[in-house]
């Protein structure tokens, strides 16, 4: 998957170190499930079984990418509109996430 180069190479208004933190430790937990389900396909375990890790691992990286979107709104795209730099911003946005719904 190829998206468009960003706009802005670094945050508008950097991260908090307790919001990067909480974010590393979201997806170092993800990343455990990923390896449970690799130890899973290893050990022959029932498909259903492996299908609702995969589909709690969907879960979780969507609830990342919502916080991530979420943030980048507040912060980023508001601070780009107030700037008038808005409309580039907004598009940029909104390629990101039509490729969430695909």
Same mark, same amino acid.
Do not use: W
């Given at each position: ?34 390896? $449970? ?6 050990? =022959?375990?029932?498909?259903? %079984? +492996?299908? +609702? ?11 990342? $990418? ?10 980023? +795209?508001? %601070?780009?509109?107030?700037? $008038? =730099? $808005? ?7 909104? =390629? +990101? ?6």
């Amino acid at each position: 998957m190829e998206l468009k180069e960003s706009l802005h190479q670094h945050p508008s208004q950097p991260r908090s170190k307790n919001e990067k933190q909480a974010m590393v430790n979201r997806l170092k937990r993800i990343e455990g499930q990923v390896r $449970g389900i690799q130890k899973m396909i290893e050990e =022959d375990r029932y498909c259903v %079984d +492996v299908l +609702v890790q995969i589909s709690a691992i969907n879960a979780a990286l969507n609830k990342v $990418g919502f916080s991530v979107t979420e943030r980048h709104i507040k912060h980023c +795209v508001s %601070d780009a509109i107030l700037s $008038g =730099d $808005g409309e580039e911003t907004i598009e940029e946005l909104m =390629d +990101v996430m039509k490729q969430f719904s695909k």
